[in-house]
């Protein structure tokens, strides 16, 4: 096997100088930049002796002119400082050199490059880039992150001759600076013609825009390459060395004694008979499901349009195995009886709003007691349909279904009668075991008293709230157990939803060794106190180690691997980086060796990792927290929806999922059947 080469992200330069003189204030001025008390220069008393304990920020000139009073700051000394001022010099140079900036340049140092060769005939294409200075975080120096942010299609012509709903509007340009259209200047105002949009998700749905996908195969490979050409172009030169002085535009070696791999075998799945496999799909085709469905009595009910009668007999031909040969049936593949009888399906005539009518038959639909019911809905529209309301019915049918005690499975009639069908039948097999309570393949993993609860988010494009999918909850070895849904801003709640979640675990194993949340984001004291609390209220002095998991593919550190064959740049699958005081980086992909990902495994970006506890003794414990993110990389694996590996934990992925579709239910509320089964894969 090759010897991995790790290389991060980031360049080394040294400090331009050892000391610069500054001038700062008590009081906001035009010019000034805020700083809060944590950045302030070492000496700062030397300029205000007197500051009060309670003054939170001061304004600070990096341009001070010669009869302001100047503060000395040693730039070595105050670190967090020098870095808000070199972030200032960088700012500073790029808006002259790069076609479009942002102007905050302590919040995002973006910046924005024409791509002439890739714009349309109605569009501008720029390349978005984001350098971000950091101090001694990997190396013994000052660092820059150099991240590539994609692409931005804006607009060729001006507001003046574009007739678009200003609610859909986001970001504007003008004079080459990116700014809210919310806070366009008078002298923007006055002229229109300048003031060019860009083409935001909103805007692409409200002018009806084709979505065109932009396809990569290796994005991470993409991403490589994108700052490689950067770093060339506009780091490798005199010019900007003259400001910042890096040491070398090779991005650093990561040192190995920072280079960690998840345990031997961390990948291994169980299927059926205890039998175990790297590959989901072939684990199920050579040893079924690790627990086939306990259900004895179940029945499929078709939902389809009435013009779509064929589609309907081909997918059960499918379903049957007697379309393509070596293609198994649904019940050889999953080890499952059904019934199914198209002759009793639920057909609509509206194609536009079916929902009166699907609700009307399934009111009316004959159940036998005992039996449980599992929808087909073959929707007619594609999920790349802006319309909203077209879009919305997905959620309408699904709830209405899930009011009756139904689960369902929506397959587009376009995936159907496509060719490649066999590709799509594993993943809708497996979501259909998992919805009818079997479970497809388990984590090869020591049972213990611990519980996961799992936290995500989903912000819609086209509603203004966020919610969360609030304790998700998993034993460790992978077995799903319930969930409920919250607004993302009711902490309280989500920290009742635990506590329900606890008691039930307790109950059935008699007692929890300690909680383990896996969060969407950094979890504060604040979000962490009322679910202290409840532990407390149930007695339970336990700690609780809290995970948050982000994907990296902007902003952040990004690991490559150099020696990684056919120059594909993805390190080894389990590899996992520290970048930090409990930061990590896990690259969480289907690399094996030299063995490499498969045309439909993708090349992930790293998943980012902090790790908190209420007992900060354990964080010192290096085996625990190998073992906390082998159960992240395992998690990843427990994804019931593909057999294709996926780079997020389920953790958070399911709850991410539910809260996708919590907002578009009725009164904002699942019905009881959906809290504890798997509907929403």
């Not at 070492?42 to 001061?58: G, M």
């Not at 013609?193 to 909103?202: D, E, M, Q």
């Not at 609780?544 to 150099?562: A, G, H, M, P």
Request: glycine residues 4%; contains cysteine; aromatic residues 14%.
């Amino acid at each position: 096997m090759t010897e991995q080469n790790l290389i991060l992200n980031i360049l080394k330069f040294d400090h331009p100088v050892e000391t610069a003189e500054f001038s700062f204030s008590a009081e906001k001025a035009v010019g000034l930049f805020s700083i809060h008390k944590t950045e302030w220069p070492v000496n700062i008393e030397d300029l205000f002796p007197k500051l009060s304990a309670t003054e939170q920020y001061l304004y600070v000139n990096f341009e001070p002119s010669p009869d302001e009073k100047k503060l000395t700051v040693n730039l070595h000394k105050s670190p967090r400082f020098a870095k808000y001022y070199y972030q200032w010099l960088i700012s500073r140079y790029f808006n002259k050199v790069a076609s479009v900036s942002k102007p905050n340049f302590i919040k995002d140092n973006e910046f924005w490059f024409w791509d002439k060769e890739a714009s349309t005939g109605h569009f501008f294409i720029f390349k978005r880039f984001v350098i971000k200075v950091q101090i001694n975080r990997i190396t013994d120096f000052p660092e820059l992150v150099i991240s590539y942010e994609g692409n931005s299609k804006v607009f060729k012509e001006g507001l003046n001759k574009i007739n678009a709903p200003t609610e859909a509007i986001h970001k504007v340009i003008y004079n080459r600076q990116l700014i809210p259209y919310n806070k366009l200047t008078d002298e923007a105002k006055l002229d229109l013609s300048k003031v060019r949009p860009v083409l935001s998700n909103s805007l692409r749905s409200a002018m009806d825009f084709k979505w065109e996908p932009n396809l990569i195969p290796n994005k991470l490979k993409f991403f490589y390459n994108e700052i490689t050409w950067f770093v060339k172009t506009h780091i490798d030169t005199p010019q900007f060395k003259e400001i910042i002085p890096v040491k070398s535009t090779n991005f650093i070696q990561v040192p190995k004694a920072r280079i960690f791999n998840t345990t031997k075998d961390s990948n291994l799945l169980i299927f059926g008979n205890k039998k175990t496999d790297l590959n989901p799909f072939m684990g199920l085709i050579k040893n079924g499901p690790f627990t086939p469905t306990p259900l004895n009595k179940i029945e499929f009910i078709l939902l389809y349009h009435e013009n779509d009668r064929s589609t309907a007999d081909k997918l059960l031909n499918w379903f049957d195995g007697k379309v393509k040969p070596n293609v198994k049936s649904i019940k050889d593949f999953l080890k499952m009886n059904y019934f199914v009888d198209i002759n009793k399906s639920i057909v609509f005539r509206n194609k536009t709003n079916p929902v009166p009518e699907i609700q009307q038959q399934i009111e009316n639909w004959p159940r036998i007691s005992g039996t449980r019911y599992l929808a087909i809905y073959i929707t007619p529209h594609p999920k790349e349909n802006t319309d909203k309301a077209i879009h919305s019915l997905y959620y309408k049918i699904k709830y209405e279904l899930l009011k009756y005690g139904m689960t369902s499975q929506v397959i587009e009639t376009e995936t159907i009668n496509a060719s490649d069908f066999n590709y799509s039948m594993p993943n809708i097999a497996i979501a259909i075991l998992a919805k009818l309570e079997g479970v497809p393949w388990r984590l090869e993993r020591t049972i213990y008293n611990e519980l996961i609860v799992g936290v995500g988010a989903f912000k819609s494009r086209n509603m203004a709230s966020r919610y969360i999918g609030s304790a998700f909850c998993f034993s460790n070895d992978g077995h799903f157990q319930s969930f409920n849904c919250y607004s993302a801003h009711s902490t309280a709640m989500l920290a009742g939803s635990i506590r329900d979640a606890v008691e039930n675990f307790v109950e059935k194993n008699n007692s929890v060794e300690r909680l383990v949340i896996h969060f969407y984001k950094r979890m504060s004291r604040k979000d962490l106190k009322p679910i202290i609390e409840v532990l407390h209220s149930l007695n339970l002095d336990i700690p609780v180690i809290v995970i948050t998991v982000n994907k990296t593919e902007s902003r952040d550190l990004v690991i490559f691997d150099q020696n990684c064959p056919f120059g594909n740049m993805i390190p080894n699958s389990g590899t996992f980086v520290n970048i930090g005081r409990n930061q990590f980086l896990l690259c969480n992909n289907t690399r094996y060796g030299d063995a490499m990902p498969g045309s439909r495994d993708g090349y992930p970006f790293p998943v980012k990792l902090n790790i908190q506890s209420t007992d900060e003794k354990l964080l010192e414990n290096k085996k625990l927290i190998n073992d906390l993110i082998d159960q992240v990389y395992q998690f990843s694996r427990m994804y019931w929806t593909s057999v294709t590996q996926q780079n997020l934990p389920v953790t958070v992925k399911y709850p991410e999922m539910v809260a996708e579709k919590y907002p578009h239910f009725e009164s904002n509320n699942i019905p009881d059947f959906g809290k504890e089964n798997l509907w929403f894969l």
